[in-house]
């Protein structure tokens, strides 16, 4: 007979995978989109998280990742002219990351390949949102 903590068990073992497949589709999805514009994953993660100027902490916090990884790529956007770095409005120290007009371009292609076949695209925009809400809730306790 299986007791309430084995039920658990084995409903945090299936939701544990439907999670991570559910994570490596949409990584995979951005890794192939971002290809077909010449882009490495982390340059496409880049892009799709600078909404507005931010700091390269912001972006790494955005992107999920050490800051040291975040300058890796923004060097690398910024060699290829889609973002500038400026100074930061408020702190001396700080710059900000800012999209050109290339970059911003760039984005918008990208966010056009990236909404075509999502995986998350057999769910409704409410569904959508309700996910997302969930998985926020059991993240940040």
Do not use: W
């Not at 292609?109 to 076949?117: E, F, G, H, I, V």
Request: with cysteine; net charge neutral; charged share 30%.
């Amino acid at each position: 007979m299986t007791d309430a903590r084995e039920t658990r068990a084995q409903a945090d073992r299936q939701l544990c995978g439907l999670v991570n497949g559910l994570a490596k589709q949409i990584e995979a999805h951005l890794r192939s989109r971002a290809a077909t514009l010449g882009l490495t994953a982390s340059q496409g993660a880049a892009l799709r998280e600078l909404t507005h100027p931010m700091t390269l902490r912001d972006l790494a916090d955005r992107m999920a990742c050490e800051p040291s990884n975040a300058t890796f790529v923004a060097d690398r956007l910024e060699e290829q002219g889609y973002l500038e770095r400026r100074p930061h409005p408020v702190s001396r120290r700080s710059k900000q990351l800012v999209l050109t007009d290339k970059g911003a371009e760039l984005r918008e292609r990208l966010l056009t390949l990236l909404s075509d076949d999502s995986p998350l695209a057999p769910l409704s925009p409410e569904d959508q949102d309700l996910l997302q809400s969930l998985l926020t809730r059991a993240v940040i306790r």
